[in-house]
């Protein structure tokens, strides 16, 4: 029996969530050679009918049902309504989606989604889709991608916590939020805090003290202050960072991810884990804090100041 069906016919897999852009499609085919590689039999089902050239095949495509520049012609309707209708058109057939996926049977799956952020906080017709998918014994977890881009400003971010607390409430699968494109944080700007502020979501009380410090912000701190209470309330939004190109940083989002849909680990593939890391020994214990992850991509203040200096 393949690795992806390990507990009987249950089927694991992630459903690979987020805004356009923030990264979706080169996670999935990332993580699918990564998982790949430790011996699991992955599969990738493109579920965004907006992905018309795939850069990488895939082994089941909604393109085949429905396609985003179809509905637009048909039917009139612009980017977000065609594509609010396709996910629409897949729950209605939703025997299509089982069919094709009954050919999978015995892979991990990575379903590609759309990017469009109404599907993951108020529009049902995805939401219904996973919840098919879950009685079809898939055993998911939602990984919800965002670009990392928004720790640069404290006003983005905050928008972005509501964004990922909404998501994980309403498609209520077991969540992972993930800071995407980590290689591009030092060009994205300088970082008001150090980036475990940002993925452990502790205490917000900071980020509303350097919001009132903006003359634009200040007016709304009120609103903001209540912002801030619902999420710390709940307490549910975390992140992990991460760079696709780095395999400690694929391993730490792995192990979050098998976590959260259940998928336990046998000796087989621990095995193989361990070999696919043996060139990085002793670097887990590192690259498990996110301080490790902030000095492999965010220039301290102390260094920049330094090289500034040995460049005059
Ligand atoms: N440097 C860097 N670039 C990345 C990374 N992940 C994605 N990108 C780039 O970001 C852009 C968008 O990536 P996609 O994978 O197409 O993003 P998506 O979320 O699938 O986009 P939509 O399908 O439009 O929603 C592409 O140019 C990628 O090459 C990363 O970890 N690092």
């Known amino acids: 029996m393949a690795e992806g069906s390990r507990a009987g016919s249950l089927a694991f897999g992630q459903v690979v969530i987020g805004p356009p852009g923030s990264g979706k499609t080169t996670y999935c085919h990332a993580m699918r ?84 952020v109404e599907l993951y906080t108020h529009h049902e017709a995805l939401k219904n889709v996973f919840a098919q998918l879950a009685k079809w014994n898939f055993r998911l977890a939602a990984v919800h991608l965002v670009d990392s881009h928004y720790c640069t400003d404290p006003g983005k971010f905050i928008s972005v916590l509501c964004t990922s607390l909404s998501t994980m409430l309403h498609v209520e699968l077991p969540h992972v939020n993930v800071l995407s494109k980590m290689d591009l944080i030092e060009q994205y700007g300088k970082l008001a805090f150090n980036l475990d502020y940002y993925t452990e979501v502790l205490d917000l009380s900071y980020l509303l003290d350097h919001l009132a410090s903006d003359p634009f912000f200040r007016n709304f701190r009120r609103l903001n202050e209540k912002l801030v209470e619902v999420i710390e309330d709940y307490s549910l939004v975390s992140f992990v960072p991460l760079n696709v190109q780095d395999k400690q940083s694929m391993r730490q989002v792995v192990q979050a991810v098998d976590k959260a849909n259940g998928y336990s680990f046998g000796d087989q593939e621990h095995r193989s884990l361990e070999a696919l890391m043996s060139a990085a020994v002793g670097a887990d214990f590192h690259f498990s804090s996110t301080l490790a992850v902030q000095e492999k991509y965010v220039q301290s203040q102390d260094k920049a100041v330094e090289e500034e200096v040995m460049d005059l």
């Open 33 to 116: 050679d990564f998982l790949s590689r430790i011996g699991r039999s992955v599969a990738v089902v493109n579920l965004d009918p907006a992905n018309e050239a795939l850069p990488w095949p895939c082994a089941l495509d909604i393109a085949e049902l429905v396609t985003l520049p179809d509905v637009m012609d048909s039917l009139g309707l612009g980017p977000n309504g065609g594509l609010i209708y396709c996910m629409e058109y897949l729950e209605a057939n939703a025997d299509w989606l089982r069919d094709r996926l009954q050919g999978l049977r015995g892979h991990y799956v990575l379903f590609d989604c759309p990017g469009q």
